[in-house]
């Protein structure tokens, strides 16, 4: 018996930096889909494609894939510089960064170009899904599809049903996780919904033991690390996420649940305003100029 999620054949993901590229990545190669990137920026789309290609080269040379698999899933890629410009579109998975205001100015766009029947995802981490549905023509089809970084190896999705979410949309989505082969967990719509609920202030916090001069950065991540079991210290992980988006995230909490301890470390914001964003722009709480 098919269901709404066997007739999707075409992924349209918006926004093609590390995320985006990500998630195209798994769709066009584990769920077999044909994607279409759309970014504004014409230098971030060859960007993304060189970050994209380097990450096949990378499968083939570990025997993960043949070359024939990689072609065949270059094949399935396309890009455009606009949504007016998009092609047939099944399922659409927003990737841009984490501002309100820019995400439903794309979701009132993407439901004026694009039948009612087509699903709309947003890979928001924080934003209320609600929020952001309510900027669409059919705010039934939009729906929360919070990816974790780097998407082609970590295995969870959080699912996020807006309050206007069908269950259409909802079975859609989770079928559609399944096929790019990863784990869902459901999430009420609430600010940073489960992983940074938790994550985020984690974070924080170990940005204000560093602000207090409580230890070292590499003393702080080496106690998280060993003393915890974790695979890498909370400033490292900063930087990996991208501080800029730390910041937003930390706002988001602050400003919805109201309560002081999700107020941003003043260091957080600091470092955002100098440029340093972490491991993207070459530094961040640790310095990556060499590796650049």
């Known amino acids: 018996m098919s269901t709404s999620a066997d007739r ?15 998630i195209g ?11 279409q990137f759309i970014d504004s920026s014409p230098a971030q789309l060859t960007k993304g494609l060189e970050f994209l290609d380097k990450l096949l080269v990378k499968d083939v040379a570990k025997g993960r894939y ?17 949504i007016s410009q998009m092609a047939s ?31 709309l995802a947003t890979n928001t981490s924080s934003i209320s899904i609600t929020k952001i549905a309510s900027a669409a023509k059919q705010p039934e089809n939009v729906i929360g599809m919070h990816f974790m970084n780097p998407v082609p190896v970590m295995k969870l999705v ?3 049903p807006g309050l206007q979410t069908s269950e259409n949309t909802l079975s859609t989505t989770l079928v559609l996780a399944q096929k790019m082969g990863k784990t869902t967990t459901m999430s009420q719509d609430v600010p940073g919904f489960i992983a940074n609920r938790l994550l985020m202030p984690y974070i924080n916090e170990a940005v204000i033991a560093l602000q207090e001069g409580i230890a070292t950065k590499e003393d702080i991540d080496t106690t998280m690390k060993l003393g915890t079991n974790n695979p890498m210290g909370p400033l490292t992980l900063a930087d990996f996420i991208g501080l800029d988006t730390c910041l937003a995230i930390m706002k988001v909490l ?5 309560d002081t ?10 470092y955002v305003d100098a440029g340093w964003l972490g491991v993207k722009s070459g530094r961040g709480i640790y310095d990556y100029s060499a590796k650049m």
Not at 100 to 119: G, H, M, V, Y
Not at 264 to 270: E, G, R, W
Request: glycine residues 6%.
């Open 158 to 160: 959080e699912i996020i």
């Open 254 to 258: 602050h400003t919805e649940l109201g």
């Open 25 to 35: 990545l798994v769709a066009a190669r584990v769920a077999n889909l044909n994607v």
């Open 8 to 22: 999707i054949k075409n992924v349209c993901v918006v926004g093609a930096g590390q995320m985006g590229i990500g």
């Open 89 to 119: 579109a099944d399922f659409v998975i927003e990737a841009v960064s984490e501002n309100a205001d820019l995400k439903r100015k794309i979701f009132a766009e993407l439901s004026n170009q694009l039948p009612p029947s087509t699903i």
């Open 261 to 270: 301890k999700y107020r941003p470390a003043v260091l957080l914001q600091k």
């Open 66 to 82: 043949t070359e024939q698999v990689r072609d065949e899933v270059k094949s399935r890629i396309t890009t455009a510089t606009s």
